[in-house]
């Protein structure tokens, strides 16, 4: 069983659309969670953490926590073709340990 | 931008060969580590250094090795390449020891080997 699992998707959404991406998580001691965007060819981009459960909102971005099903999600309202990009989904046991990736969400948002 | 950058950006060597990769770390920060990404995969974790000494290493062989300087620039260094080193290397640098400890990503080197 790997550490982080996301559905590799591709997932395609019509534009204004929510897209919903989901994450799960082996490791009971994970404290934090981070959702990272990755265009192609480039370098992953932070978008969101969340530590606590429940929800965290930033803009269109919403990250859902819950440690006792050990599951995230992402969930990107009004989505744009802007959006379509791979999602990774990674964890962390404390600041001082390894980041771990999921092998990432693929989205595409259509127009 | 993050502040992150790598270099070089891309680079091509044979198999056997020996490779140095380069990152300068964001602006006050302690911390960095490094990842090599596959085609179609995520990032796996190679190593992390705060303050100089190596604090966490990854399922890589030995031949996989960096160093952390004062200033908090980083290398990589691979010996003996192997045709499955082909991958993007991002190394990430971080705050260190926060309670969350975002980290923040450089462009990437793009190494292929022959």
């Known amino acids: 069983q790997k550490e982080v699992e996301q559905n590799s998707g591709p997932l395609s959404v019509p534009e204004g659309a929510i897209a919903s991406l989901n994450c799960t998580y082996s490791?009971?001691?994970?404290?934090?969670f981070f959702w990272y965007r990755q265009y192609s060819g480039k370098s992953p981009e932070l978008i969101m953490f969340?530590?606590?459960?429940g929800d965290k909102e930033d803009g269109r971005f919403t990250a859902q926590l819950n440690k006792a099903s050990q599951y995230v999600s992402l969930l990107i309202r009004d989505s744009q073709p802007s959006d379509s990009a791979t999602y990774l989904c990674?964890?962390?046991?404390?600041?001082?340990?390894?980041?771990?990736f999921g092998p990432g969400t693929s989205l595409s948002v259509i127009p | 931008e993050t502040g992150v950058t790598q270099s070089p950006t891309h680079l091509i060597k044979t198999r056997g060969q020996q490779v140095t990769l380069r990152c300068s770390s964001q602006?006050?920060?302690?911390?960095v580590s490094w990842y090599q990404q596959a085609l179609g995969q995520g990032p796996q974790f190679i190593f992390q250094?705060?303050?100089?000494?190596?604090?966490g290493r990854g399922n890589f062989p030995p031949r996989f090795s960096g160093l952390q300087f004062p200033n908090y620039s980083s290398e990589l260094n691979v010996n003996a390449l192997e045709l499955d080193d082909s991958a993007l290397y991002l190394c990430a640098s971080s705050l260190g020891g926060g309670a969350i400890d975002e980290q923040f990503f450089g462009p990437g080197t793009r190494l292929t080997v022959l």
């Open positions: 602006s006050g920060h302690n911390t």
């Open positions: 990674a964890s962390r046991k404390t600041s001082y340990d390894k980041v771990i």
């Open positions: 250094y705060y303050r100089e000494e190596e604090n």
């Open positions: 490791d009971r001691g994970s404290q934090s």
């Open positions: 969340i530590y606590s459960n």
